[in-house]
């Protein structure tokens, strides 16, 4: 029997990593003398952030301070969906970032129809929310791979899983 080999296509943000970002942006926000007595913060719920400060300016320069953070945390901004600015309680303002874990399904057929117009010899399914791509040769696993770095779908993807059958 010929040996299958095989990956998968994921999108996940390591919430861990968002943590340790979030405590860092709060930390240098609380020493910035420009947010001194402000009304700013950054709150992790399940799977959002909410961005809280006083206006839209000091909103701004949160974001940006929380941003930094991420990049250096190495957590891909493509993974995020920053909502609109909304007027929150206290005369403040609050800004919903929702994170993506998971590959759309839409997204994933994006993603199976390139695979299948690359005419390689491989097998492309959606399973959930992730993307299996199996095939006989390491090689031509190696091209899908490639081939899908080189296109932009609009989503952070990682490759994992890689295994022989």
Known sequence: MAVQNSFDVVSKIDQQEV??????????????FDFKG?????????????????????LKAVVDVFEQ???KRGVPLKGLTF???????????RQEVT???????????????????????V??????DYVRVSGKDRDTLQAVITRLRDQDFG?????TNYRSQ
């Open 69 to 71: 953070k991420l990049v």
């Open 123 to 128: 097998q492309a399914s959606i399973n959930g």
């Open 19 to 32: 943590s340790n970002a979030i405590q860092q942006a709060l930390k240098e926000i609380h020493q910035r």
């Open 83 to 93: 909502g609109k600015v909304e007027p929150a309680a206290q005369s403040t303002v």
């Open 38 to 58: 402000s009304k700013s913060s950054i709150e992790l719920q399940e799977d959002k952030i909410v961005l809280i400060s006083d206006d839209d300016f000091k």
């Open 99 to 121: 994170m993506q874990q998971g590959i759309p399904v839409e997204k994933a057929r994006e993603i199976v129809r390139s695979i299948k117009d690359s005419k390689l010899r």
């Open 155 to 159: 989503i952070h993807m990682q490759f």
